[in-house]
Every structure is written in structure tokens, then in C-alpha cells.
């Protein structure tokens, strides 16, 4: 089998839940870490991997035009993520990269859960009150009382992948009333989770 040169790049978290995932690239090459600075330029970025392959990325940093220009070399590029953010596609299209990213629904409940749990956060000041128990100043805690989410009224910006399942969750849930903005989703598709389109 042809053995590859594999990079991970800027990803802390790739790797740590499911060890698997480095055994089963090592089966087919070599597997480095890499960090790189978010605004390293393409060409310095294209040097530092030289002489790799494939390539898994994190949110950062940019495969630029630029990048691509001094790495032909590159088969894939996947993002360890959704979204093609920082990949131009153009460049990667033409220089023969095949980019993929993680199917949406993957992570769908998992960042649809974390924005609730930052508004939760905020509501109940969380972070803050474990600040002061932490710092032996219990008896503080009346400053952080806290507001509860229950049957509000909540603004969502945006019901695509993740939204949609944040208005779920804060309708069946919370029993909240959703008003939610998005120009590209019509009325009848946003109350299909329990929303209300507001323009």
C-alpha cells in the first residue's frame, strides 16, 4: 500500500476521544502534529508542509490561493469541522486537491447543545459564581441569583444546520417562544422547528 505523509494541523482535539482514528491513518503513512500561527501566509504555510499529502485541518489557518501554488503535491485536505471557511476551493479545485469537511448532521446536536449551554451560562452566571466559590467567597453568592430560560421569549440569528436544532431545543425544551431571523429560510420552514420568522 502506498504509505502517505499525513498532517494534522491545528487541531488539539483530532485524535484524543477516538485514538483510532491516528491508528488507522498510521496504517496507511506517517502522522505529524502541526501548529501553525492563524495568519501564517500561503507560501510559508505550503514550506512548513512540505513533502505532505493529505492533510487534516482545524478552523485554522488559511489554505489561500497562494498556499496551493507552492503545493502540488497536496491529494486532501479534510476539515477536522464543517465548513470550508478557510480552504479556497478554486485554488484546491485547480491545482487537483479534493477538500471534504465533516458531514453537518455530525455535529449538528453537539453545537446546537453548546450554544444553549453558553446562554445557560449566561443566564445563571455559572462561570462566574464558580469563579468566587473557587476563590473561597461563598458567601458572594447572592450576587449571582441568576435569570431562568423557561418560557422566554428567545431571538435565534440564522436556522440553517445548527440553528434549526437551537430553535428545537429551546421550543421542546424550554418551552420558549423562538422568534428567528433568516432571510434564505422561509416562514413555513423555521415554524417546522418550532420558530417564528421575524424580519
Not at 13 to 19: E, L
Not at 181 to 191: E, F, N, R, T
Request: net charge neutral.
Amino acid at each position: 500500500m502506498e504509505q502517505f505523509k499525513i498532517a494534522i494541523v491545528n487541531s488539539s482535539s483530532f485524535g484524543k476521544i477516538f485514538p483510532q482514528h491516528i491508528e488507522r491513518l498510521q496504517a496507511i503513512g506517517t502522522v505529524s502534529h502541526f501548529t501553525f500561527d492563524s495568519e501564517i501566509n500561503g507560501k510559508e504555510l505550503a514550506e512548513k508542509l512540505k513533502g505532505y499529502n493529505i492533510i487534516i485541518a482545524s478552523v485554522t489557518p488559511f489554505f489561500t490561493k497562494e498556499f496551493f501554488e507552492y503545493k502540488d503535491e497536496l491529494l486532501l485536505i479534510t476539515r477536522h469541522g464543517i465548513g470550508y471557511n478557510n480552504i479556497d476551493l478554486e485554488a484546491a479545485k485547480d491545482h487537483q486537491t479534493i477538500v471534504s469537511i465533516i458531514p453537518a448532521l455530525v455535529e449538528r446536536d453537539a453545537v446546537a447543545e453548546n450554544n444553549v449551554t453558553n446562554l445557560l451560562a449566561l443566564l445563571r452566571c455559572t462561570v462566574e459564581s464558580n469563579t468566587k466559590v473557587r476563590e473561597d467567597q461563598w458567601e458572594k453568592r447572592a450576587d449571582f441569583v441568576g435569570r431562568a430560560l423557561f418560557n422566554k421569549t428567545v431571538g435565534v440569528i440564522g436556522v440553517g444546520n445548527t440553528g434549526s436544532c437551537v430553535v428545537e431545543i429551546l421550543r421542546n425544551g424550554f418551552r420558549c417562544e423562538v422568534l428567528a431571523y433568516d432571510p434564505y429560510k422561509s416562514a413555513l420552514h423555521i415554524q417546522s422547528y418550532g420558530g417564528k420568522k421575524s424580519s
